[in-house]
Nanobody
């Protein structure tokens, strides 16, 4: 089992930047693929970005492609989500998640068994 803890959320103006972090601990984290999801009020949880520990070939939702960057620090078992040029529609609770197998980046929330507690991101216009 793996434990996940997000940090870095907050209030940011439209056009600004924010970086989220997800610290992973527990069993060998390299056994998992990692993803960021978000959930706005009244909406379903949606995939934002995913990455593998072993290969740097991230995957993005079309809505964030070119603005958000997912990365990982294998020495610290931490995954990051750099959010640039944020928009009011990016406002949501952002969650870090882990899935298996480690070689496949999944994009559906129900394919991820492990979740962090979430961190609120609010973008003001």
């Amino acid at each position: 089992q793996v434990q996940l803890a997000e940090s870095g959320g907050g209030l940011v103006q439209a056009g600004g930047s924010l970086r989220l972090s997800c610290a992973a601990s527990g069993r060998t984290v390299s056994n998992y693929a990692m993803g960021w999801f978000r959930q706005a009020p009244g909406k379903e949880r949606e995939f934002v970005a995913g990455i593998r520990w072993s290969v740097d070939d991230p995957k993005y939702a079309d809505s964030v492609k070119g603005r958000f960057t997912i990365s990982r620090d294998r020495t610290k078992n931490t995954v990051f989500l750099q959010m640039n040029s944020v928009k009011p529609e990016d406002t949501a609770v952002y969650y870090c998640a882990a899935s298996v197998p480690a070689y496949r980046i999944r994009s559906k929330a129900d394919e991820y068994p492990y979740w962090g507690q979430g961190t609120q991101v609010t973008v003001s216009s």
